[in-house]
T-cell receptor, first 114, second 116 residues
Framework: DAGITQSPRYKITETGRQVTLMCHQTWSHSYMFWYRQDLGHGLRLIYYSAAADITDKGEVPDGYVVSRSKTENFPLTLESATRSQTSVYFC?????????????FGEGSRLTVL | AQKITQTQPGMFVQEKEAVTLDCTYDTSDPSYGLFWYKQPSSGEMIFLIYQGSYDQQNATEGRYSLNFQKARKSANLVISASQLGDSAMYFCAMREGRTGGFKTIFGAGTRLFVKA
């Protein structure tokens, strides 16, 4: 099905473990984004990518790693998870610059770090 | 420095009345875009309305309108004739221009409660 999908939708892990959240979109959108949503903070940008092999830090990149070897995939890795990374993570995409810039969101991944 | 500010953590409105949700932004780019998204309790993000920085007229989409005051750097969302289904979290967002790497950033959100 066309769209943007995130996996896993729910994940419980322990402090210090590595976790990877996957994001896949079928539209060939140029831009992809990772946000985390925490109460009182709204959505905060972690990393974003303008195209394959181009990534940039957002507002809260510490503790996270991203890669984009293919246009359609944008995985987010927590190399050593901490309790403060317990959050809901949203992946989003948009076509490019010649558009309104509306974001298309995945359903979110709820991560709990014990 | 926070670039998108939503000063109302929560708002109440009576059903069928209009409500304004505030948003101010900060950017030095001449070209940018402003958005509002709705997040109901189910969690999905729903795009509501868009305003380009060069647009002369305020954007409207059905019961939603964006009150764009460029000099004040404000982009308030007006919902007319509120409905119970409008109860949700509302986020203001900005697509930055070249200086900001064309990324999209969000405010902290306003939770709207519509009373019957």
């Amino acid at each position: 099905d066309a769209g943007i999908t995130q996996s896993p939708r729910y994940k419980i892990t322990e402090t210090g473990r590595q976790v990877t959240l996957m994001c896949h979109q079928t539209w060939s959108h140029s831009y992809m984004f990772w946000y985390r949503q925490d109460l009182g903070h709204g959505l905060r940008l972690i990393y974003y990518s303008a195209a394959a092999d181009i990534t940039d830090k957002g507002e809260v990149p510490d503790g996270y790693v991203v890669s984009r070897s293919k246009t359609e995939n944008f995985p987010l890795t927590l190399e050593s998870a901490t309790r403060s990374q317990t959050s809901v993570y949203f992946c989003a995409s948009r076509p490019g610059l010649a558009d309104t810039g509306e974001l298309f969101f995945g359903e979110g991944s709820r991560l709990t770090v014990l | 420095a926070q670039k998108i500010t939503q000063t109302q953590p929560g708002m109440f409105v009576q059903e069928k009345e209009a409500v304004t949700l505030d948003c101010t932004y900060d950017t030095s780019d001449p070209s940018y875009g402003l958005f509002w998204y709705k997040q109901p309790s189910s969690g999905e993000m729903i795009f509501l309305i868009y305003q380009g920085s060069y647009d002369q007229q305020n954007a409207t989409e059905g019961r939603y309108s964006l009150n764009f005051q460029k000099a004040r750097k404000s982009a308030n969302l007006v919902i007319s004739a509120s409905q119970l289904g409008d109860s949700a979290m509302y986020f203001c967002a900005m697509r930055e221009g070249r200086t900001g790497g064309f990324k999209t950033i969000f405010g902290a959100g306003t939770r709207l409660f519509v009373k019957a």
